[in-house]
């Protein structure tokens, strides 16, 4: 005897399955998302930071023969 209500197991089931395949796939995407605007960070500040050794290294080396200048003797 049937109490009148139908209870669609693998119906429900179904959508379950689906909801969390959807969600899975959403947390997918937003690591890949937060990842690609990490890269997109990263990358000008690597190019800056070279940039800011090239910088350092050069002004080293000036600083090195303004002193090789001062010490050498004068002719």
């Known amino acids: 005897m049937s109490n009148g209500t139908n ?5 429900a089931i179904n959508t ?7 969600l899975f796939q959403m ?3 937003v ?8 890269a997109e960070v990263a ?5 800056t930071a ?3 050794v090239a910088s350092f290294a050069n002004v080293a080396t000036q600083v090195l ?5 001062a010490v050498a003797p004068k002719k």
């Open 7 to 11: 209870i669609d197991v693998a119906g």
């Open 27 to 29: 947390q997918v995407d």
């Open 16 to 22: 379950l399955t689906e909801t969390f395949g959807k």
């Open 50 to 52: 070279t940039d800011l």
């Open 65 to 69: 023969q303004n002193v090789s200048s």
């Open 31 to 38: 690591a890949n998302n937060s990842l690609k605007a990490l």
């Open 43 to 47: 990358e000008p500040l690597g190019k």
